[in-house]
């Protein structure tokens, strides 16, 4: 089986960071593009970043030059660096990859349980 699992995630006060970070196990034969999500209390899921298989990176516009999106292909791991943290960041963050468990198998989406990150004024 498949396992993302996050990491990271903690109590910070305004301006400071964090680094989280997900790891993918299992039966992976290769991992295409890998983001991050947050859900906040009372919103929805909303995207964050994302990397694809190159290093390619986008983040959405509340987050941008804020957070960093990293990964480490040799150990199927993604990362979050959180800077300038503000109380609004404050959610359940979950990593996402789009992977191959088997070759000639298309790549599905695959999700993680979560890491919760809060944010203190």
């Known amino acids: 089986q498949v396992q993302l699992v996050e990491s990271g995630g903690g109590l910070v006060q305004a301006g400071g960071s964090l680094r989280l970070s997900c790891a993918a196990s299992?039966?992976?034969?290769?991992?295409?593009?890998m983001g991050w999500y947050r859900q906040a209390p009372g919103k929805q899921r909303e995207w964050v970043a994302y990397?694809?298989?190159?290093?390619?990176?986008n983040y959405a516009y509340a987050v941008k030059g804020r957070f960093t999106i990293s990964r480490d292909n040799g150990e199927n791991t993604v990362y979050l660096l959180m800077n300038s943290l503000k109380p609004e960041d404050t959610a359940v963050y979950y990593c996402?990859?789009?992977?191959?468990?088997?070759?000639?198998?298309?790549?599905?989406?695959?999700w993680g349980q979560g890491t919760q990150v809060t944010v203190s004024s």
């Open positions: 996402n990859s789009v992977l191959q468990v088997r070759p000639g198998v298309p790549g599905t989406s695959y």
């Open positions: 299992g039966s992976i034969y290769s991992i295409n593009t």
């Open positions: 990397i694809t298989s190159i290093g390619s990176t």
